[in-house]
């Protein structure tokens, strides 16, 4: 999975384990949505050896605030899903509208209108500066997520806007509502409880919903040239869930592999190689118990490995209902390997506050650890140009968060960047934020806004820029 110009992306949500969560009693997962990702092995006892690295914190950029995004006035919270860093311009959502920043922040370089508030939107931008996002139609009496935009995040333009209708006998004439949107080679696919559809670049629908059919698309992750779909067919009491890597301009089925019966959601984490989670019993709240890794290079997918998350002992965080974004995952294609943090040390008095620990995808076993840093647990970000591993050590309410490169052969690390201490309570206190780090600098936006906080008073920016320059 190709990264997004600029470098990863990830979306966090605050775990009440984490030593801010004791005080603040909220949750935190962070997200890799972008990287070389496969995720899948055999859950074995997770306990194996291997290399265990030192660190260095010798060099660290002691970062400063370069920008901020002012929190928009709301009278109630307001869904703001989707940020993303081009070569020019941090580009955030707002308030019913997506703004392009230059990079180090300041006054908005250009502003796309939408209809209403947003809902979704992919993190994946395609190497022409395109992304897809899903959004409401206010002018609609009670509003849901109708509308389908193409996002050109180079010119900062809204090149169409697209709804989705049921073709059959039964199909109803309304707008069809979706959960979320992806974007996959050239195609746009949106997906939801009413089925999915999808469109070329160029605004031409490809496939509709059928109302008369038994089965129907829940939603799609897309990258690169490959699409997969997650199709739900019988009653929704007891569904039939299958992983579909489908073709993007026909949805003609290239590969299926079905879903362990009983199973009601399916996460797809990486298109290439294809890995799905699960919830199969005790996810412990991250609404994955299992990650699969599937062999989709023929007409029947086959299971390669399986790796259970041990009942909370690894951290990841999967969207309960939604096909995509599963969260705090990296998986480093090439050297055969996932890299996955483990939980958050809650009676360590001292010492590091977790592990990150690299898995063979071959046979599932535990290979090399490398220890957290003190403070706050590390969470997996991204891989870095050179195969590292970026890593984000979390903010608590009295210290900045912290960026760390993790060597994936020494498993050494090295602090990059270390956030100021007034910027501890902005890291440390939002339930819902998405995280890139790129060209040096850390970007934080949150996916709301909202009103300042009555217990503080203090007032969160809706995204903030550090960095040395």
């Not at 070569?87 to 300041?106: E, S």
């Not at 968060?401 to 902005?426: C, H």
Request: aromatic letters at 6%.
């Amino acid at each position: 999975m190709a990264p997004p110009p600029g470098g990863g992306r990830a979306s966090r949500r605050r775990r009440s384990k984490s030593p801010v969560g004791v005080v603040v009693g909220a949750a935190v997962a962070l997200a890799l949505v972008a990287g070389g990702v496969w995720l899948a092995v055999d859950g074995g006892s997770g306990d194996g050896g291997g290399g265990k690295g030192g660190d260095s914190a010798d060099g660290a950029v002691e970062a400063r605030v370069l920008g901020k995004v002012p929190m928009p006035r709301v009278d109630e919270m307001v869904n703001t899903p989707g940020m993303w860093v081009t070569d020019k311009n941090l580009v955030k959502a707002d308030v019913n509208k997506i703004v392009g920043y230059p990079l180090t922040g300041g006054a908005a370089s250009w502003e796309i209108p939408l209809d209403g508030e947003l809902c979704w939107s992919s993190p994946r931008v395609t190497e022409a500066g395109l992304t897809a996002v899903l959004f409401q139609d206010d002018a609609q009496d009670n509003p849901v997520c109708t509308q389908v935009g193409l996002v050109d995040l180079k010119k900062g333009k809204l090149v169409w806007t697209r709804q989705g209708r049921e073709t059959g006998e039964l199909a109803s004439d309304r707008p069809i509502m979706f959960d979320e949107v992806s974007i996959g080679g050239d195609t746009v696919a949106a997906g939801g409880i009413s089925g999915g559809a999808a469109w070329s670049v160029d605004g031409k629908p490809l496939w509709m919903p059928d109302s008369d059919a038994d089965c129907s698309d829940k939603g799609y992750v897309g990258d690169g040239s490959k699409l997969v779909a997650v199709r739900e067919c019988g009653e929704s009491g007891s569904p039939r869930l299958e992983v579909q890597t489908v073709d993007p301009r026909t949805r003609a089925v290239k590969s299926s592999y079905p879903v362990t019966p009983g199973i009601k959601y399916a996460h797809v984490v990486s298109t290439d190689p294809l890995v799905v989670g699960v919830n199969a019993g005790d996810s412990s709240g991250s609404g994955v118990s299992d990650f699969l890794a599937v062999d989709d290079s023929a007409k029947e997918g086959k299971l390669l490995s399986k790796f259970g998350m041990g009942g909370g002992k690894y951290q990841a965080d999967c969207d309960a209902t939604k096909v995509g974004g599963c969260s705090e995952i990296v998986v480093d294609k090439a050297a055969h390997a996932l890299y996955l943090a483990t939980d958050y040390r809650a009676g360590a008095a001292s010492g590091p506050s977790n592990e990150i620990v690299a898995i063979d995808l071959r046979t599932g076993k535990v290979t090399a650890k490398a220890d957290g840093a003190e403070g706050g647990p590390l969470v997996p970000v991204r891989l870095d140009e050179d195969g590292s591993l970026i890593a984000y050590q979390e903010a608590t309410l009295s210290q900045g968060g912290a960026v760390w490169r993790v060597d994936t052969k020494s498993y050494e690390k090295k602090k990059l960047m270390q956030n100021p201490e007034e910027t501890a309570f902005i890291e440390s206190v939002a339930l819902h934020r998405e995280l890139v780090y790129a060209g040096g600098r850390l970007y934080i936006g949150n996916t709301s806004a909202s009103k300042p906080s009555t217990d503080s008073g203090r007032k969160s920016p809706l995204a903030l820029v550090l960095g040395a320059k």
